[in-house]
Nanobody
Framework: QVQLVESGGGLVQAGGSLRLSCAASGRTFSSYAMGWFCQAPGKEREAVARISWSGAATFYTDYVKGRFTISRDNAKNTVYLQMNSLKPEDTAVYYC?????????????WGQGTQVTVSS
């Protein structure tokens, strides 16, 4: 079992930056692939970025490539999402999730989400 708690969301102007953090409990965090997802009002939840257990492999959805960076610090049981050049369309609730069986497997554990609002 792992529990995930996101933080770092807030209100920012277009072009600004935010860094989201996801703190995980449990000793097995370092073996899990992790992901950040977002859900905008009236839309389905979608993947934003994913990272392997070691951090060696990362993947991004097209519309955040070059703007967002996912990283992790296994010593701190934390995964990050650095969000730069934010756009109003990035407004959503952002969730982190853990995939115990690695990239490409199901995300079995989810945080409660953190709101990101980008004003124009």
């Amino acid at each position: 079992q792992v529990q995930l708690v996101e933080s770092g969301g807030g209100l920012v102007q277009a072009g600004g930056s935010l860094r989201l953090s996801c703190a995980a409990s449990g000793r097995t965090f370092s073996s899990y692939a992790m992901g950040w997802f977002c859900q905008a009002p009236g839309k389905e939840r979608e993947a934003v970025a994913r990272i392997s257990w070691s951090g060696a492999a990362t993947f991004y959805t097209d519309y955040v490539k070059g703007r967002f960076t996912i990283s992790r610090d296994n010593a701190k049981n934390t995964v990050y999402l650095q969000m730069n050049s934010l756009k109003p369309e990035d407004t959503a609730v952002y969730y982190c999730a853990a995939a115990p069986r690695g990239l490409g497997s199901s995300y079995d554990y989810w945080g409660q989400g953190t709101q990101v609002t980008v004003s124009s």
